[in-house]
């Protein structure tokens, strides 16, 4: 049964796909329309509902009375987590990862492509999967109870663990429950309040790839009738989700009970990691820097990590001029919002033009002065990290040559090693990595030029000649490598 709009209790969700972040500020009203949608369809047998209330009280532990609360009535669970504050929440979920167990070890019973294979069980199905989401603990089984260690095997009790951790021991043991027990026959909704509270950036961004694993791992027909729903206003969490294909996005408006989702711009999924954690941004300084293709990514990434911090970019990509031309205009509006001193760089292909470029709002824009950022291969600074001269390339081509006549790209090497100019606004692409191979270095090209990048500095400018400063273009090494500008801290009210 595939549903595409939920339309009970006066809630309205229109649009949606398997996962759907619902967006609003404090007091619009997210909470109340996801228990609204819960209330409703909770009434109607064509539906499989579970709701997660946003504030998760209790300890990880199981607890009797729950237990027996849970087993003499079917609703009573449904009941008390309609509140935002649900008390005992977790000793609930520690109870749910029974129920997980059983469940997964009856669907292992039942199915003998999975029962006959030796890798499938459900300490590395299931709990392994929990521990992922755990830095410094682990949950294991011992004998019938889940008990938490550390990593060196020390017994933590569960009212010891951080907030955070038992946050994501519940959370990721709610969404298990949720899919293990999914009902082929009915329509399943997972609604998730906040799951982002108390969890660190980092543990919002494990917890949705949790998520979307367990939904990619759906088969196409199980996938048309499940649906979740996230009430959040985490850009972490939103920056995480922002890559799924499976992802859609609404925004719920006070005393507006109508939310319709829509599928990610692609835009917004390529510039969307920039934006999950503004506190490390501001603390870093890492400045949005728009990239043409895979190629310059890997350069660039390359490159700030051999800088010693130096050079602070996120390469972002766009994968054509024709995209970046638009991203160049989506980030300059999108950063003038946010921050109070916007500022993003781009760079292009030279592709046999010099010809400088005017920035795009805060986005400052560069074109290389070669025609491809692999042209700096030849230039002296990267040979010499290989430790070689220009004369002692063309002497190891020369010889490469006598060897390899047969070869495809030969005549591109004569070219190169004969023009006066190294090929420097000419396409050689097909060579790059021979270029390394003949000069003896094992390294792949990104990573030659990566760290010749990083290594410029203020002494090594030269702006003429087969200098990689004259490659890169005198204004894109000045503010981007040896005195990059940095991005306003403040976000903008």
């Not at 819960?38 to 109607?44: R, Y």
């Not at 002692?392 to 006549?405: C, G, L, P, T, Y």
């Not at 090209?445 to 702006?463: D, F, K, P, R, Y």
Request: with cysteine.
């Amino acid at each position: 049964m595939e549903i595409e709009k939920l339309d009970i209790a006066g809630a309205v969700a229109s649009g949606i796909g398997s996962l759907n972040l619902l967006l609003g500020r404090n007091g619009a009203g997210k909470s109340r329309f996801l228990r609204k949608l819960d209330q409703g369809l909770s009434k109607d047998e064509q539906f499989n509902v579970r709701y997660v209330s946003p504030e998760r009280a209790g300890v990880f532990k199981r607890n009797g009375s729950v237990i027996t609360n849970m087993e003499n009535s079917d609703s009573w669970l449904r009941e008390v987590r309609r509140k935002n504050q649900a008390e005992n929440f977790k000793a609930a979920s520690a109870q749910l990862l029974r129920d997980v167990e059983t469940a997964y070890l009856r669907r292992l019973q039942d199915t003998p492509e999975i029962r006959l294979d030796p890798s499938k069980n459900f300490y590395t199905d299931r709990l392994e999967r929990v521990n992922r989401l755990l830095p410094n603990i682990r949950i294991e089984q011992e004998k019938s109870d889940f008990v938490f260690k550390t990593l060196t095997g020390e017994l933590v009790l569960p009212d010891q663990i951080s907030s955070g951790e038992s946050e994501s021991v519940s959370l990721a043991t709610e969404i298990m429950f949720f899919f293990e027990t999914l009902d082929n026959s009915k329509f399943n909704v997972l609604l998730l309040d906040e799951p982002d509270v108390h969890l660190h950036p980092d543990l919002q961004a494990r917890l949705i790839h949790f998520l979307i694993q367990q939904i990619e791992e759906l088969s196409e027909a199980e996938r048309s009738h499940v649906t979740v729903l996230i009430a959040t206003h985490s850009t972490p969490l939103i920056s995480a989700a922002a890559t799924s294909d499976f992802v859609k996005i609404g925004t719920k408006n006070f005393d507006d009970d109508f939310v319709e989702f829509r599928q990610l711009d692609e835009n917004v999924k390529k510039v969307a990691p920039f934006f999950g954690h503004p506190l490390s941004l501001s603390l870093s300084n890492d400045i949005m820097l728009i990239l043409e293709g895979e190629d310059d990514e890997r350069v660039w990434q390359q490159a700030s990590r051999s800088s010693n911090s130096k050079i602070n970019v996120f390469p972002v990509l766009a994968q054509s001029v024709d995209a970046q031309g638009d991203m160049e205009q989506f980030c300059e509006k999108l950063l003038s919002a946010i921050y109070d001193n916007p500022v993003a760089y781009s760079i292009r292909d030279g592709d046999g033009v010099t010809e400088d470029l005017n920035p795009v709002g805060s986005v400052v824009r560069f074109r290389l002065q070669c025609y491809a950022i692999e042209n700096a291969l030849a230039t002296d600074e990267c040979l010499a990290l290989i430790g070689l001269t220009w004369g002692k390339f063309q002497q190891r081509a020369e010889n490469w040559i006598q060897k390899n006549d047969k070869h495809r790209d030969v005549d591109l090497i004569k070219m190169l090693i004969s023009s006066d100019d190294r090929l420097r606004h000419q396409k050689i692409k097909k060579i790059r990595q021979l270029i390394c191979s003949i000069a003896g270095s094992n390294k792949p090209w990104e990573v030659v030029l990566g760290q010749s990048i990083a290594a410029l500095s203020a002494q090594t400018i030269i702006n003429s000649g087969p200098h990689l400063s004259a490659y890169l273009g005198n204004a894109l090494v000045k503010t981007i490598i040896i005195s990059p500008s940095h991005i306003g801290a403040e976000i903008s009210n």
